[in-house]
Each structure stands twice: as structure tokens, then as C-alpha cells.
């Protein structure tokens, strides 16, 4: 069995400021890992993910998160944050064994942006 | 840009009646999913369905759920008795291929209120 915890519900920061969204997984065999963004009245966006090789991967907006497999962490991370980054983050694993399809999610993390 | 969709946006029903939630996939999309996300916890997987039958389900699925394909288009969720708990916002998604290495899409959910 998978659990993922995401230990922080909401995160208020001001505006170019840096932010870590931080999110922690179990699991008894390998995983993969993934970041969705879900803006007000929307449907879960792929933010980034991380299948296998280098363990730091980037998303087209400036978030970035890294695999930590000796911590089994996968940390969201932007240097500087805008207004429209507001929005609620779930971490999310799969079974990388199997290839088992459903994801297992985290209770979510919302980004508040302040200017 | 394709995305799925999902109707009505929000359905509210008494306590033992049947509802039905309706998604429309991505259209070259062979694999179907129903999440759901109880107000407070997690985003939960209920179901995979490819080619016209269950692949994968959790435990909350049991038989007062069911999954169809009605015809080339929809992906329904049937619920044939609701309880007061199964009052939430249901997800539907769909991928390409199975796997994990395949993104999954999100609609926008129905938010489900039973009374």
C-alpha cells in the first residue's frame, strides 16, 4: 500500500517570494511521483513528475521538485512566486512495479499568494 | 486544446435515490477514470475502465458503484443508492495508454450533495 503526506494544508507567501510545498510518500516498492495544480473551478493539471533518471525535473513554469529517495520525499519548489501560482497543489504516487494506474494523492496544499 | 468534461457541475439528490455523472473523455483517450474527494480529505481512486470493462477498482467501489460506456463518447459513474457519505466532488479522468508513463487528464469534477 501507498500513502502520501503533504504535511502543510495551506501556505501563505508574498508575491516573488521563494516557496516549498513539501510532500512525503510511502510505499513497499518503487514509485512514481507527480505534481498536480488544480486553479479555482478546474479539473487536476499534470504540473510535473518524475518517472525515472535525473531526480531533479522541471515543470514550464518555474517549479521544480526532486526525488529523495533516501528521505522518500518529493519537495515543490519555485524560486519566485506570481499571483496566478494561487491555487491548490496535490502530490501524487503510482506503483512502479506493477504499473498499477491509480494514483494515490496527498490531502493537497493551497498556495496563497499575497502581493 | 482537448480537455475532459464532466455534467452537471453539481447535483444535488436525496438520500437512496440513483444519479448518474457524466464524462466526456479526450477523444483518442483509451483509458477512463473516477476519483473522488470528500470535502476535507484526499483525492481518492474509485475506478479504471479500458476497453469496455473494470481494470482496476478500490474498495469504495462495491456494487452500489458502476462504470459504463454508453457509447463513443461518455464515461458514466452510476450510483444506485446514495448514502449521505457519498456526498462529494467525483473527478473523472482519461489517458491515452494505461501505465503510469501516461498523463492522466482531469475534468473539472461534479460536486455531489446528498440530503
Known amino acids: 500500500a501507498q500513502s502520501v503526506t503533504q504535511l502543510d494544508s495551506q501556505v501563505p507567501v508574498f508575491e516573488e517570494a521563494p516557496v516549498e510545498l513539501r510532500c512525503n510518500y510511502s510505499?513497499?516498492?518503487?514509485?512514481?511521483l507527480f505534481w498536480y495544480v488544480q486553479y479555482p473551478n478546474q479539473g487536476l493539471q499534470l504540473l510535473l513528475k518524475?518517472?525515472?533518471?535525473?531526480?531533479l525535473v522541471e515543470s514550464i513554469n518555474g517549479f521544480e521538485a526532486e526525488f529523495n529517495k533516501s528521505q522518500t520525499s518529493f519537495h515543490l519548489r519555485k524560486p519566485s512566486v506570481h499571483i496566478s501560482d494561487t491555487a491548490e497543489y496535490f502530490c501524487a504516487v503510482s506503483d512502479g512495479d506493477t504499473g498499477r494506474r491509480a494514483l494515490t494523492f496527498g490531502s493537497g496544499t493551497r498556495l496563497q499568494v499575497q502581493p | 486544446e482537448p480537455e475532459v468534461t464532466q455534467t452537471p457541475s453539481h447535483q444535488v439528490t436525496q438520500m437512496g435515490q440513483e444519479v448518474i455523472l457524466r464524462c466526456v473523455p479526450i477523444s483518442n483517450h483509451l483509458y477512463f477514470y473516477w476519483y473522488r474527494q470528500i470535502l476535507g480529505q484526499k483525492v481518492e481512486f474509485l475506478v479504471s475502465?479500458?476497453?469496455?470493462?473494470?481494470?482496476?477498482k478500490s474498495e469504495i467501489f462495491d456494487d452500489q458503484f458502476s462504470v459504463e460506456r454508453p457509447d463513443g463518447s461518455n464515461f458514466t459513474l452510476k450510483i444506485r443508492s446514495t448514502k449521505l457519505e457519498d456526498s462529494a466532488m467525483y473527478f473523472c479522468?482519461?489517458?491515452?495508454?494505461?501505465?503510469?508513463?501516461?498523463?492522466?487528464?482531469f475534468g473539472p469534477g461534479t460536486r455531489l450533495t446528498v440530503l
Open positions: 510505499s513497499s516498492v518503487s514509485v512514481y
Open positions: 475502465f479500458y476497453n469496455n470493462e473494470i481494470s482496476e
Open positions: 479522468a482519461s489517458s491515452e495508454l494505461g501505465g503510469a508513463l501516461n498523463e492522466q487528464f
Open positions: 518524475y518517472l525515472s533518471g535525473s531526480t
